[in-house]
């Protein structure tokens, strides 16, 4: 079974960057489509982008278009998520999920995943 591991979280204050890196293991990333989410305290998960297997198509919540850019390294069996111009209501856990279907369709509903990471913290402070 496919497990996913996400890194590059942390601490910045508003204005910085971060990228997020979503690595697999036991199974590979290609064709796959992927998906991150956040869910900050006492809210709900929300979706924050997607991309194709192919990486011909992205997608973006209104929230951070213009500023996070979604990417994949097939090779490196590695999806990216960088995040410039961080705001403090960016800080949020960020999850990375493998999507069910080979499709996309709601990108944004968290239930066309079926398999997660265990989050990385961004937090966005000065």
């Known amino acids: 079974q496919v497990q996913l591991v996400e890194s590059g979280g942390g601490l910045v204050q508003p204005g910085g960057s971060l990228r997020l890196s979503c690595a697999a293991s036991g199974g590979t990333l290609d064709n796959h489509v992927i998906g991150w989410f956040r869910q900050a305290p006492g809210k709900e998960r929300e979706g924050v982008s997607c991309i194709s297997g192919s990486a011909a198509s992205t997608y973006y919540a209104d929230s951070v278009k213009g500023r996070f850019s979604i990417s994949r390294d097939n090779a490196k069996n590695t999806v990216y998520l960088q995040m410039n111009s961080l705001k403090p209501e960016d800080t949020a856990r960020y999850y990375c999920?493998?999507?069910?279907?080979?499709?996309?369709?709601?990108?944004?509903?968290?239930?066309?995943?079926?398999?997660w990471g265990q989050g990385t913290q961004v937090t966005v402070s000065s």
């Open positions: 999920a493998i999507s069910r279907f080979s499709g996309i369709y709601y990108w944004w509903d968290a239930s066309e995943y079926e398999y």
